[in-house]
């Protein structure tokens, strides 16, 4: 069964912080890692990782692939209050049939204190 | 502005009761999802279709149906025999089966009465 564990669950830090979110999994026939944050209600898209060591970055927002070791980070530099949210990863596999997958992690809830 | 459209915004189920969340989409995608989100576990996938009058079962699909009779509109009915049915349903779509990123509704809220 394909797993996504993110960490840490909960993460409260203070406004100007440097905060890093963990996303490691465990799956079959990966085909590529993605991030969205949820702020309400819909998530909205962040990064697409497909190889490793390339940095993806946008603005205060960047993220890198590790597909030997199987996991993903997320970083946010200078941390404002509309980082608050809910960080979810997601990865996506391709089955013997050839449809996708996307199997998500239970998501990061970070506040940021002002 | 292209996107999902996703109501009611919250919605209340009497027991023994069918309901259905609607989900409507502008943006000329094939692929439709519907997702169940319960506090403390990810995104589970209820249902996908990868293009009209075509759909396959996700990982929890038993209790719900769906129809995909047009393009732009993937309705989840969420049937009495979904003894658990409380929890927040989104509705995403992709471009094409093989596409992950998915752009997603502003979600349904389902309680039980």
């Known amino acids: 069964e394909d797993k996504v564990v993110q960490s840490p669950l909960s993460l409260v830090v203070h406004e100007g912080d440097t905060v890093t979110l963990n996303c490691s999994y465990e799956?079959?026939?990966?085909?590529?890692l993605l991030w969205y944050k949820q702020e309400k209600k819909a998530p909205t898209f962040l990064f697409m990782l497909?190889?490793?060591?390339i940095e993806k970055k946008s603005g205060r927002l960047s993220s890198i692939l590790d597909k030997k070791e199987l996991f993903s980070i997320l970083n946010i530099t200078a941390t404002q209050t509309g980082d608050s949210a809910i960080y979810l990863c997601?990865?996506?596999?391709?089955?013997?049939?050839?449809?996708?997958?996307?199997?998500f992690g239970t998501g990061t809830r970070l506040t940021i204190i002002p | 502005d292209g996107g999902i459209t996703q109501s009611p915004k919250y919605l209340f189920r009497k027991e023994g009761q069918n309901v259905t969340l609607s989900c409507e989409q502008n943006?000329?995608?094939?692929?439709m999802y519907w997702y169940r989100q319960d506090p403390g576990q990810g995104l589970r996938l209820i249902y996908y279709?990868?293009?009209?009058?075509?759909?396959q079962k996700g990982d929890i699909a038993e209790g719900y149906s769906v129809s995909r009779e047009k393009k732009e509109s993937f309705p989840l009915t969420v049937t009495s025999a979904q003894k658990n049915p409380t929890a927040f349903y989104l509705c995403?779509?992709?471009?094409?089966?093989?596409?992950?990123?998915?752009?997603f509704g502003s979600g349904t809220q389902l309680s039980v009465l």
């Open positions: 995403a779509s992709s471009k094409t089966e093989i596409n992950e990123k998915l752009f």
């Open positions: 799956v079959t026939n990966f085909r590529s």
């Open positions: 497909t190889s490793s060591g």
């Open positions: 997601a990865v996506g596999t391709i089955s013997n049939f050839g449809n996708e997958k996307l199997t």
């Open positions: 943006l000329n995608h094939d692929a």
């Open positions: 279709s990868q293009i009209v009058n075509d759909f």
